[in-house]
């Protein structure tokens, strides 16, 4: 199975901050990622599709990069909405696996 | 209006089985590919299985954690999804969400809580 690892794991920043998430496969899946959303209470929601593919009606912040084994997810200018839980997702091959996830909180 | 509402969770003991489903609409339910996805509580989303529309044999593909204890079905006729739970292990404790996923979206159902406890 491929391992997703997400990095940080948690993580504090302001409104405003320019913030990065990373995802590491274990092997290479192409451009085969995606990357979710989740708040408290809430259902997932994708972000970004195909590594970097923004989803329709996600704010032009977010934006994701990377192909092969390093991803990462960028929201270039904080908003209070934004703190959540990020999870990426590997679809390149069977089992789907997600990361453990990165939650963003206030600082 | 794409919607999936999930029924049938609830508590079981360990080693009992239950039954999950999926109620679709606002979209032909026959086209598309389905998975579940779980969530212990206060913990991350893991990839439950898929299985594949008519056109592609209705097969199936699982995770390795239930793989040969879980069975996910569907029912076209009736715009339905199942996830079939046998064996269960207080493990399995999670939300269970149905999901699909399109190019241009994806939808997700409230998710249904199962319990495995004695």
């Known amino acids: 199975d491929i391992q997703m690892t997400q990095s940080p794991s948690a993580m504090s920043a302001s409104v405003g901050d320019r913030v990065t998430i990373t995802c590491r496969a274990s092997?290479?899946?192409?451009?085969?990622l995606a990357w979710f959303q989740q708040k408290p209470g809430k259902v997932p929601k994708r972000l970004i599709y195909?590594?970097?593919s923004l989803q329709s009606g996600v704010p032009s912040r977010f934006s994701g990069s990377g192909s092969g084994t390093e991803f990462t997810l960028t929201i270039s200018s904080l908003q209070p909405e934004d703190f959540a839980t990020y999870y990426c997702?590997?679809?390149?091959?069977?089992?789907?696996?997600f990361g453990q996830g990165t939650k963003l909180e206030i600082k | 209006e794409v919607q999936l509402v999930e029924s049938g969770g609830g508590l079981v003991q360990p080693g009992g089985s239950l039954r999950l489903s999926c109620a679709a609409s606002?979209?032909?339910?026959?086209?598309?590919?389905m998975d579940w996805v779980r969530q212990a509580p206060g913990k991350g989303l893991e990839w439950v299985g898929r299985?594949?529309?008519?056109?592609?044999?209705?097969?199936?593909e699982y995770a390795a954690s239930v793989k040969g204890r879980f069975t996910i079905s569907r029912d076209d006729s009736k715009n339905s999804l199942y996830l079939q739970m046998n064996s269960l292990k207080t493990e399995d404790t999670a939300v269970y969400y149905c999901?699909?996923?399109?190019?241009?979206?994806?939808?997700w159902g409230q998710g249904t809580l199962v319990t495995v406890s004695s």
């Open positions: 299985t594949r529309n008519k056109a592609n044999s209705y097969t199936t």
């Open positions: 092997q290479g899946i192409s451009n085969y």
């Open positions: 195909a590594a970097s």
């Open positions: 997702l590997q679809h390149n091959s069977y089992p789907r696996t």
């Open positions: 606002g979209f032909t339910f026959s086209d598309h590919y």
């Open positions: 999901w699909m996923a399109t190019p241009t979206g994806d939808y």
